[in-house]
Antibody, heavy 125, light 110 residues
Framework: EVQLVESGGGVVQPGGSLRLSCAAS????????MHWVRQAPGKGLEWVSL????????YYADSVKGRFTISRDNSKNSLYLQMNSLRTEDTALYYC??????????????????WGQGTLVTVSS | QSALTQPPSVSGSPGQSVTISCTGT?????????VSWYQQPPGTAPKLMIY???NRPSGVPDRFSGSKSGNTASLTISGLQAEDEADYYC??????????FGTGTKVTVL
């Protein structure tokens, strides 16, 4: 059974930093690209970032480019999001999500077949 | 890239059909078929319902169907059931290596 479990959320002041983690199980982790998607309280979904299965390619939404860094450790089946220079508008529930495409068919499809339950990040003074 | 436009809410009685629209422009929805739909019941993570405009992942009931015409993609729920009450989001990938979601639609079963 595929499981994605996020952790690392919390309350941080504007300008601060936070590192999110996502522990994956139930599938061959390095065969799939992984994503971070966030949802502000009472708002819609916003794609944040993507990393390829081998970690060699990363992409970011314009809203976080230059401030957030996505990474993965395939030996630990773990995905990370380092968030620096946090702003109040970064307050959201952060989900990690698995891409549906296996590496043999495509690097990424931007379709998410499994999601974690999310970890809440609150940026407030 | 701006968010795709969805109606804030749609409603229907059990057994009826409802359709949710997802409107973009000729540069995004009109030019690409990487459209997907997600269902998000209150307090839960989203679930993939449709990908590549009209494909259903295994386990998704065939009451859910997707289509696209011009600059608008659509999700139709036929034979509406109480368990279908949720927020629904479309999403689109273009060639810019980023993904945009729709504004979201709340489906209410009367």
């Amino acid at each position: 059974e595929v499981q994605l479990v996020e952790s690392g959320g919390g309350v941080v002041q504007p300008g601060g930093s936070l590192r999110l983690s996502c522990a994956a199980s139930g599938f061959t982790f390095d065969d799939y690209a992984m994503h971070w998607v966030r949802q502000a309280p009472g708002k819609g979904l916003e794609w944040v970032s993507l990393i390829s299965g081998d970690g060699g390619s990363t992409y970011y939404a314009d809203s976080v480019k230059g401030r957030f860094t996505i990474s993965r450790d395939n030996s630990k089946n773990s995905l990370y999001l380092q968030m620096n220079s946090l702003r109040t508008e970064d307050t959201a529930l952060y989900y990690c999500a698995k891409d549906i495409a296996h590496v043999d068919t495509a690097m990424v499809s931007y379709y998410f077949d499994y999601w974690g339950q999310g970890t809440l990040v609150t940026v407030s003074s | 890239q701006s968010a795709l436009t969805q109606p804030p809410s749609v409603s229907g009685s059990p057994g009826q059909s409802v359709t949710i629209s997802c409107t973009g422009t000729s540069s995004d929805v009109g030019s690409y078929n990487r459209v997907s739909w997600y269902q998000q019941p209150p307090g839960t993570a989203p679930k993939l319902m449709i990908y590549e405009v009209s494909n259903r992942p295994s386990g998704v009931p065939d009451r859910f169907s997707g289509s696209k015409s011009g600059n608008t993609a659509s999700l139709t729920i036929s034979g509406l059931q109480a368990e279908d009450e949720a927020d629904y989001y479309c999403s689109l990938y273009t060639s810019s290596s980023t993904l945009v979601f729709g504004t979201g639609t709340k489906v209410t079963v009367l």
